[in-house]
């Protein structure tokens, strides 16, 4: 970005040689200017256009309520539906991030689990180091829960290399763990909040990047006394390797700026996700046996740990989102592992909303509305979407016009928020996102349905994965021992 800041002359003198030498102080920070001047270009084209498509949207479900008595049930979930996007985006829109006061500075321990990721870990440790914010208020512990790859090697490496610089005092405020067994990435985070000797818990994920200002623009909201815990903002570092990818960098800007947002316009957020996440340590430090021993319907609740935490300070205290703060994570290029990942976090995500359904209700109205709202829309989508483009085809012989122009609207509402607020050349695969949606990831709801209480990862190979992999070895054997005594 272009940068333009006003300065102020605060010394200057003539050397010895005659040379002239000025001092000038900038009128205001690099980590204050880009707040300011971000994505401000583009506010009207983008607010019009998201506007007249809003419009279209309305007229749409205009249409639902004049022929509501032929199909109730089914044009009550389009207008819920259409509802819900439409406020979402109106409160994603009205949001505003605290702002920042370079002053405000509370100590801060950022926390890093680690378990087999050799190839990013070094790059998750300097970037964490590498923070715009004072040295003796900022320290980095890693934990490596018992990586079966080189991760140790390269933590110990990374930070020794860091050490023997010698400067911003490292030697005191960066150091690693390393546990005795696999014992899940809660045991990892709890390892280091109970090592942590600030006030401030930053979790970040180990293939996640921050951007240099992102620790000093994510604890600004924390001046609210009633703040527990606050996200920030995560963009795909490995956006252009392939459709995949670039589909997500679309799913992950709507997701946190407009959804998140959203949330965020009511302190009312319900996943501090994973890559970059702030919480007050003795909030985790009163729920921590609670949070590492979860259980659900008996099982080890071993996955969504964020959701879970998340839970557990939403219930007492208010959750923010910290628009200014971000950073970047690696997200799956292949699409089998894409898919176990959309898996394990429905699972999650039906298991923790189950949760936090108990208390929702108490929270602002109109958020605790669009919450419960929020939760019966995705559940029911399978059946919506089954009947609209399934059903009505084949049996009564009718093409959906009326539903399919409408997810064109939802999928054109999600391209333009990327095209004009982000300025990204990506934004056409929204659209392929949300064909991808509906004709893939849709119909995964109905199996987390049925096996939300499983504890495995599926994309590692946690000890809940090689204990499933046991059983389904055993009962290959039993079947394979059956066949041959029948031969």
Request: aromatic share 12%; with cysteine.
């Amino acid at each position: 970005m272009k940068v333009k800041i006003k300065a102020k002359k605060v010394r200057d003198n003539i050397d010895k040689n005659g040379d002239i030498l000025c001092g000038f102080e900038f009128v205001e920070t690099l980590s204050e200017y880009s707040s300011r001047t971000k994505d401000r270009y583009f506010l009207v084209l983008s607010s019009l256009s998201l506007l007249f498509i809003s419009l279209f949207i309305i007229l749409m479900r205009a249409e639902s309520i004049i022929y509501f008595k032929s199909n109730k049930i089914m044009y009550l979930y389009s207008i819920i539906a259409a509802i819900f996007l439409l406020t979402r985006y109106i409160f994603g829109a009205l949001y505003k991030p605290v702002p920042l006061d370079i002053n405000y500075t509370p100590g801060v321990t950022i926390v890093i689990p680690c378990f087999n990721e050799e190839k990013w870990i070094k790059r998750t440790i300097i970037s964490c180091v590498n923070q715009d914010y004072p040295i003796d208020k900022l320290e980095v512990i890693v934990v490596d829960d018992c990586s079966n790859d080189r991760s140790v090697e390269k933590i110990k490496e990374v930070i020794e290399e860091l050490k023997k610089e010698k400067k911003f005092e490292l030697d005191k405020r960066l150091s690693y763990y390393v546990q005795e067994k696999n014992a899940g990435k809660r045991e990892a985070l709890c390892t280091g909040v109970l090592n942590a000797k600030h006030d401030l818990i930053v979790f970040v994920d180990s293939d996640s990047f921050l951007d240099p200002f992102a620790i000093i623009n994510l604890v600004q909201p924390f001046k609210d006394p009633k703040m527990g815990g606050v996200a920030g903002r995560t963009d795909v570092a490995n956006t252009y390797t392939n459709a995949l990818t670039k589909m997500q960098s679309v799913r992950y800007y709507i997701a946190f700026r407009i959804m998140k947002a959203a949330e965020g316009y009511f302190d009312t957020v319900t996943c501090l996700s994973g890559p970059l996440s702030c919480y007050r340590k003795e909030i985790i430090m009163d729920n921590m046996e609670l949070w590492r021993n979860q259980k659900f319907l008996g099982q080890s609740a071993t996955f969504g740990d964020d959701r879970a935490m998340t839970n557990l300070v939403l219930s007492k205290h208010r959750t923010g989102y910290q628009d200014t703060a971000f950073c970047s994570t690696i997200v799956p290029n292949k699409y089998k592992v894409f898919l176990k990942q959309q898996m394990r976090w429905k699972r999650s995500w039906i298991r923790e909303s189950i949760i936090s359904g108990k208390f929702m209700w108490k929270k602002e109205p109109f958020a605790a509305v669009l919450f419960y709202i929020g939760l019966l829309v995705p559940i029911l989508a399978p059946i919506v979407v089954g009947y609209n483009l399934i059903y009505i085809p084949l049996f009564q012989r009718t093409f959906p016009t009326t539903f399919v122009v409408g997810l064109l609207m939802m999928a054109l509402m999600m391209s333009f928020a990327q095209m004009l607020l982000r300025k990204s050349t990506t934004w056409i695969f929204g659209m392929l996102f949300c064909i991808f949606y509906e004709s893939v990831l849709l119909w995964q709801m109905p199996i987390a349905w049925v096996t939300f209480w499983k504890s495995t990862w599926g994309t590692r190979m946690t000890p809940s994965d090689i204990e499933e992999a046991r059983k389904k070895a055993m009962m290959r054997k039993g079947r394979l021992g059956g066949s041959i005594n029948e031969a």
